[in-house]
């Protein structure tokens, strides 16, 4: 598990440290920092894949590539980094009893998009070894901006058999579902409404806590590398319809990579949520925040961005019922503090309680009624 992420001089922060939990929610005001915090993550992630994080001559930070496009280091250096400390850090610490923290500084080029490392980095092994979230085969990271609904999704056998992946925009859910729609998921992860295990009926189970009677269909189109997504609605009538995306609304499709994301969970992943609650309503937000418990409590490492009070009271529920410890979380409230980020971070206790509700964090609801019955 990783259990802090130290980032000096990048991005919003000049110098910071996180703490990680298996369930690690990110919340506050817009540009305060909460997607660099992701970004720093899915950074190390695609230099690894690029082959550039480790021991080698071309050794770097790559800022440009499937994952983020950050730019150049003029783009990415924190704007106030101290002088006598120029470069740009970052540092995973694994869990307490594991190796000592991977750390990571690069030197500053003002037009680079590879920022070489300044001292040798770790051999590729000993990374894989020491954090097998982020650096192996279970990683996922979705971003704010998924897919929509469309007629049809790209067929990409590496993408979703050699790599697993499901598209940082979510792009290859739909074949993902087509490819491993029998794979048994975990017992953790299992709706209760549907006696089979398949990844298939459990994405239809929890699709159905978003819309009742629900169902999915991922099939390839013939002569063509694509992937077409259909929606059924339960009985009567229209029960043998089947509807594309764009003919059912927003938020199911919106939804999906995100439910698939936490199905797929394992011991060993890493998975990296900007908003899930994005076009869902209420309820449906605090369900997608049982279904990310229940993907920790199958052994999986979440760091979840959201603006959404349903999805932190899911989270509370979850460790109130019993679902995933109060130690199993860490909520990280992000303010501004003049040119950096600022990270306030209530502790939880066991039954859902939080320690402290700081200016700003999820009080709206107090602030609107104060007015309402004022
Ligand atoms: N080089 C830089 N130096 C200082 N601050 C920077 C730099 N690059 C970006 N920022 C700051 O980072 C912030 C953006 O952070 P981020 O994208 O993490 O926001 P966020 O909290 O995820 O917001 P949202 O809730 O809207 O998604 C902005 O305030 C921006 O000014
Ligand atoms: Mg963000």
Same mark, same amino acid.
């Given at each position: ?20 939990a298996?369930? #690690?929610?990110? #919340? ?13 993550? &899915? ?61 990571? +500084? ?12 300044a001292?040798?980095? @770790? ?7 020491a ?7 279970? *990683? ?8 929509? @609904? =469309?007629?049809s ?9 050699? +790599?697993?992946? %499901?598209?940082? +925009? ?9 490819? !491993? ?5 975990e017992?953790?992860l ?13 994405? =239809?189970?929890?699709m159905?806590?978003? /819309?009742?009677?629900?169902?999915l269909?991922?099939?390839?189109? =013939?002569g ?17 319809? +089947? ?9 199911? #499709?919106?939804? %999906?990579?995100?439910?698939?994301? /936490? ?12 908003? @899930?609650?994005?076009?869902?309503? @209420? ?9 990310? &418990? ?7 490492? %979440?760091?979840?961005? #959201? !603006? ?25 409230? *992000? ?24 200016r700003?964090?999820?009080?709206e ?6 007015? %309402?019955?004022?």
């Amino acid at each position: 598990m990783l259990e802090r992420l130290g980032i000096t001089n990048f991005k919003a922060f000049g110098r910071q440290d996180i703490a990680l939990a298996p369930f #690690t929610l990110l #919340t506050g005001l817009n540009s305060s920092g909460k997607s660099t915090v992701l970004q720093a993550l &899915a950074l190390l992630r695609q230099s690894h894949e690029a082959g550039v994080l480790e021991d080698g001559a071309d050794s770097g930070l790559l800022l440009n590539g499937e994952f983020v496009q950050l730019g150049t280091g003029k783009d990415v250096r924190h704007e106030a980094y101290p002088k006598d400390d120029p470069d740009i850090g970052l540092s995973v610490a694994p869990a307490a009893s594991a190796s000592e923290p991977l750390s990571w +500084r690069a030197l500053y080029g003002s037009e680079d998009d590879l920022l070489k490392l300044a001292a040798s980095p @770790p051999a590729r092994l000993s990374l894989i070894d020491a954090l097998p979230e982020l650096f192996g085969p279970r *990683f996922q990271y979705l971003k704010a901006d998924r897919i929509v @609904p =469309d007629i049809s999704y790209p067929r990409s056998h590496h993408a979703v058999v050699r +790599r697993g992946f %499901l598209g940082a +925009r979510g792009e290859h859910t739909a074949n993902y579902l087509r490819v !491993h729609q029998d794979d048994s998921i975990e017992a953790d992860l299992r709706h209760p409404s549907s006696p089979s295990g398949t990844l298939l009926a459990q994405t =239809d189970a929890w699709m159905q806590q978003l /819309c009742p009677g629900v169902d999915l269909q991922a099939i390839g189109i =013939d002569g063509t590398d694509t992937v077409r997504l259909s929606y059924g609605f339960g009985s009567g009538v229209s029960a043998s319809n +089947r509807y594309r995306p764009t003919n059912v609304g927003f938020g199911l #499709t919106y939804a %999906l990579p995100v439910v698939i994301a /936490c199905l797929t969970a394992r011991p060993d992943s890493l998975i990296l949520l900007e908003n @899930p609650e994005a076009h869902l309503h @209420p309820q449906g937000q605090t369900s997608l925040a049982y279904l990310a &418990a229940a993907a920790v409590a199958a052994g999986a490492q %979440l760091v979840v961005e #959201t !603006h959404s009070d349903h999805v932190l009271n899911g989270l509370r529920i979850s460790v109130k019922n019993g679902r995933i410890p109060a130690s199993a979380t860490a909520v990280h409230f *992000f303010g501004r503090s003049g040119h950096s980020g600022e990270v306030v971070s209530p502790g939880m206790s066991d039954d859902g309680m939080l320690s402290d509700w700081p200016r700003g964090f999820f009080d709206e609801w107090e602030n609107s009624l104060d007015q %309402l019955l004022d």
